[in-house]
């Protein structure tokens, strides 16, 4: 990961994960196109940010817990951009890469903002190194294929902790998405827990290189009522379906032998 790279993340696009993650109160006055639609997008790291979203949280293998403070790991999958402006806006992004992300999260009420949450330092947030390649953002493209899941691993015992779902099963995705993401990035106000996007990608001399979240998964029963423990491990990982199972996932991790080909592997030990 580059230093000079922006960081976003998209909040409510996969359905119910907001309710889970109790944080569906904190968008009641966001207006949104409709029903499914996701509620808006968050920064996570600003390059020359002079506040907390200035300190580059990304790491490839750890995530840093705090003292009494709930934290729960946020599987997802992480878009890499490439941004054209057009004097000061985007004009065109484009996905290259797409790789498991954790846009881990503290679980704190009253917070004003949602970046609030999701920047506490080196260490709060997971990319993997492996980045996928993109050949076509749309349908018929190399991530109709992919699945996304998460487990973590306490005291050797392997735990599902996300729900294991298909790209495909994203509100709002390829096309869609990324028209909607175009416009919120130049035209998302701070309102709310939202915040203005265009202000902050200005204030970080308009990077060439994007890196978004695209929305976290829903959690299994366990997930959604257990926060990390110092030493537990994560695994975020986005496979192929039509190469893996999910039983071979969980052996891959059992055995800590994970391959390299259609396959992007976050694991993360919390510290």
């Known amino acids: 990961m580059n230093e000079t790279i922006i960081g976003f993340g998209i909040a409510g696009n996969f359905a119910h994960h907001l309710e889970q993650a109790g944080e569906s109160e904190d968008f009641v006055d966001v207006e ?7 509620k808006g997008i968050f920064p996570t ?3 020359h940010h002079d506040t907390f979203l200035g300190d580059y949280p990304f790491s490839k293998n750890t995530i840093q817990s705090i003292e009494g403070k709930n934290i729960q790991v946020e599987p997802e999958v992480g878009l890499m951009c490439e941004v054209t402006y057009k004097d000061d806006k985007i004009a065109e992004l484009k996905p290259t890469h797409f790789m498991a992300y954790n846009d881990c999260s503290i679980r704190v009420e009253g917070a ?6 999701k920047n506490w330092g080196a260490n709060s947030k997971g990319v993997s190194s ?15 294929d992919y699945s996304l899941t998460s487990f973590i691993k306490r005291n050797g015992k392997v735990l599902q902790y996300g729900e294991d779902s298909e790209l495909l099963g994203y509100s709002y995705f390829y096309g869609k998405l990324n028209d909607w993401m175009l416009d919120k990035l130049n035209n998302q106000k701070n309102h709310g827990p939202l915040e203005d996007l265009n202000t902050l990608i200005l204030r970080a001399k308009k990077p060439q290189k994007l890196l978004i979240s695209i929305g976290a998964t ?18 975020v990982i986005v496979y192929n379906h039509k190469r893996f199972t999910h039983d071979r996932i969980i052996q891959m991790i059992e055995k800590e032998e994970f391959g390299t080909c259609q396959i992007s592997v976050l694991r993360q030990e919390v510290i």
């Open 32 to 38: 949104v196109a409709e029903v499914n639609a996701p």
């Open 45 to 47: 790291f600003v390059p």
């Open 112 to 117: 004003k903002k949602i970046s609030h949450k």
């Open 130 to 144: 492996k980045q996928l390649d993109i050949d076509s953002f749309s349908l018929g493209g190399v991530m109709d």
């Open 218 to 235: 829903r959690y299994t029963e366990f997930g959604e009522t257990h926060f990390l423990n110092k030493g537990d491990v994560i695994y």
